[in-house]
């Protein structure tokens, strides 16, 4: 039984996709509902593909990639947290190409999202990327939670931490009185914001995009091009996770 099995079995993981295990692509998925997929006694999974679209997506290399490098991949869930007032913690172990320092271009390295969040607040309810702007020079960790009119961060220098394994997380802390956004890399937190407590990515938003464990996003044909990632895993919690059990989950995974 692998590892990354046993953390899927926490009654809060929502998620938890794994590019390859035990010879097969597999997955787990547990929407409002369905009880925890329980690994047989041989190590592999439980199969719920159906309740996973993979767009251009291949398994090649034991990696979630696109299979077309010129086109838009990403693994779309039914999960929607549009109006959602409580705590999560979204986990991607993944690899951020870098692109070339002259190339004058903005690229995203998409993580996990629900919309565009290159069409403004209205438009997305959270986005977990990482952003690589070849203009102004900034390479950061970007977390961003929208309320329906504008937009909340937790974002964080990356300069550092293209072309390389990583696993980056970002929690999402509902309090009586307050919203605290966490950013983590590696199990360290690197970034985080707090403001006065909202429903993020209210209804009043106007995606009905599912959220996506994105690989290479590109909706407004230019915003996100050429920025390809690639991801071992994706892991969802109902919950906050404490800076302890996402660098535990951090070196398992890592």
């Given at each position: 039984m692998s590892a990354l099995s046993q953390i899927a079995k926490d009654p809060s993981c929502l998620l938890a996709a794994d590019a390859l295990q035990g010879g097969r692509w597999l997955s787990i998925l547990k929407p409002e509902g369905v009880q925890p997929a329980v690994p047989s006694g041989e190590g592999t999974w439980e199969e719920r593909t159906r309740l996973?679209?993979?767009?251009?997506?291949?398994?090649?290399?034991?990696?979630?990639?696109a299979e077309n490098d010129a086109k838009v991949a990403g693994i779309a869930t039914p999960l929607d947290f549009r109006g959602n007032t409580t705590s999560k913690t979204f986990i991607?172990?993944?690899?951020?190409?870098?692109?070339?320092p002259d190339a004058g271009r903005f690229f995203?390295?998409?993580l996990i999202s629900q919309g565009n969040a290159g069409s403004g607040a209205t438009a997305f309810t959270f986005h977990f990327s990482v952003r690589e702007d070849?203009?102004?020079?900034?390479?950061?960790?970007?977390?961003?939670?929208?309320?329906?009119?504008?937009?909340?961060?937790?974002?964080?220098?990356?300069?550092?931490?293209?072309?390389?394994?990583?696993?980056?997380?970002?929690?999402?802390?509902?309090?009586?009185?307050?919203?605290?956004l966490r950013s983590f890399v590696d199990g360290v937190q690197v970034g985080s914001s707090s403001a006065q407590a909202f429903a993020w990515g209210t209804?009043?938003?106007?995606?009905?995009q599912e959220t996506t464990v994105g690989i290479r996003r590109d909706p407004n044909d230019s915003y996100y091009a050429g920025s390809l990632t690639r991801i071992s895993a994706a892991l969802i919690f109902d919950?906050?996770?404490?800076?302890?059990?996402?660098?535990?989950?951090?070196?398992?995974?890592?």
């Amino acid at each position: 039984m692998s590892a990354l099995s046993q953390i899927a079995k926490d009654p809060s993981c929502l998620l938890a996709a794994d590019a390859l295990q035990g010879g097969r692509w597999l997955s787990i998925l547990k929407p409002e509902g369905v009880q925890p997929a329980v690994p047989s006694g041989e190590g592999t999974w439980e199969e719920r593909t159906r309740l996973l679209t993979f767009n251009n997506i291949t398994t090649a290399g034991g990696v979630f990639r696109a299979e077309n490098d010129a086109k838009v991949a990403g693994i779309a869930t039914p999960l929607d947290f549009r109006g959602n007032t409580t705590s999560k913690t979204f986990i991607v172990r993944a690899f951020c190409p870098a692109h070339d320092p002259d190339a004058g271009r903005f690229f995203l390295h998409p993580l996990i999202s629900q919309g565009n969040a290159g069409s403004g607040a209205t438009a997305f309810t959270f986005h977990f990327s990482v952003r690589e702007d070849r203009q102004s020079g900034l390479i950061q960790v970007y977390p961003v939670v929208s309320n329906g009119r504008v937009f909340y961060s937790a974002y964080a220098d990356a300069s550092e931490l293209l072309d390389s394994w990583h696993v980056f997380a970002f929690s999402i802390e509902h309090l009586p009185e307050s919203t605290v956004l966490r950013s983590f890399v590696d199990g360290v937190q690197v970034g985080s914001s707090s403001a006065q407590a909202f429903a993020w990515g209210t209804p009043t938003a106007t995606t009905t995009q599912e959220t996506t464990v994105g690989i290479r996003r590109d909706p407004n044909d230019s915003y996100y091009a050429g920025s390809l990632t690639r991801i071992s895993a994706a892991l969802i919690f109902d919950r906050a996770l404490t800076q302890p059990e996402i660098a535990a989950i951090s070196n398992t995974m890592g």
